[in-house]
């Protein structure tokens, strides 16, 4: 899926109360618990209400929820999501991909409130059956970044949360991952645009993205999804990894130095980042599958990354 581009790196957009998320740890739909989305009064974050509605077909709830959002009002504690001059022209879905044409006013937002505005357009829909991603148009033209590059596609992995935290905003950045090649004998690269919250480390976000797995095809997960990451801090170019047990009692079926090196490279690339400690528990004197001492600082391993063609 073609990634969001944005010409700004430090751009601010917000999400949801935590905890308020519509989908369920499993990665399916919760159907009880649809959200609508506002802004705070302050027009800084998100802030969201229930929605309910009878409707049972995907059409009919995609139309639910576009009469919702055309029809919010503005209150003292909230803000309806479209300003008064911007309207739905059409709502239709293909192939579980939602088309979202906006009039013209859409393009006059200053970029802060589109950002926020396009971040809960995505979040509402993406709740309903069979709409998987969002495709924002305005008068039948895809967005385009600073770049004149289009924006494409949209769905909740172009806006990283962090269970359990409450996220006030998010800014935009790159990232390079690394995971493992199909054969599981080599790293390759993985370069991931999105939204992540201003209130968490850069480090933390490169291994939240990790635990939630590649999205290149033929790529395999290093972490286990259900991994705990207890910490992640930054000192004198260290990064301090601390990781539940998981990381060592649900290690995937991959060679220990794809593992190790697929976290150590990634945090290397791109950051601050120049060697890497990784505790289990608060513990560095670990044998990670009794062959490798994490009692180390890890170092880039750039000789592991297969080099794939342009």
Known sequence: ??????????????????????????????????????????????????????????????????????????????????????????????????????NSAYRNMDKTREILVRAGLVKSFVQLENVDEVLIQVEGLGLKNSDGQDVGPMDTKDFVETEGREIDAYQYGTFTLYFANAEGDGLIRE???????????????????????????????????????????????????????????????????LIIYSLVNSLVEGSGVERVQISVNGETNVSFRNTVDLNQFFEENLALVEEMDE
């Open 1 to 102: 899926m073609k990634k969001n581009m944005w010409g700004a790196f430090f751009l601010f957009c917000l999400l949801l109360i935590g905890g308020c998320t519509p989908v369920s740890s499993s990665g399916e739909k919760d159907k009880d618990a649809l959200m609508q989305y506002y802004l705070n009064s302050e027009e800084t974050k998100l802030v969201t209400e229930t929605f309910e509605t009878e409707k049972t077909q995907a059409a009919d709830q995609v139309a639910a929820m576009e009469e919702n959002i055309s029809s919010q009002k503005s209150t003292k504690e909230r803000v309806a999501l479209l300003p008064e001059d911007i309207s739905i022209l059409e709502c239709r879905l293909e192939n579980h991909q939602l088309i979202l044409n906006l």
């Open 191 to 257: 370069v991931r645009k999105v939204y992540y919250s201003t209130s968490v480390p850069m480090e933390r976000e490169v291994v939240e993205l990790l635990v939630q797995g590649p999205s290149t095809e033929g790529a395999q997960a290093t972490m286990p999804s259900n991994l705990g990451i207890l910490s992640v801090n930054l000192s004198d170019g260290i990064a301090y990894v601390n990781l539940d047990n998981t990381f060592v009692s649900e290690a995937l079926a991959l060679p220990d130095e």
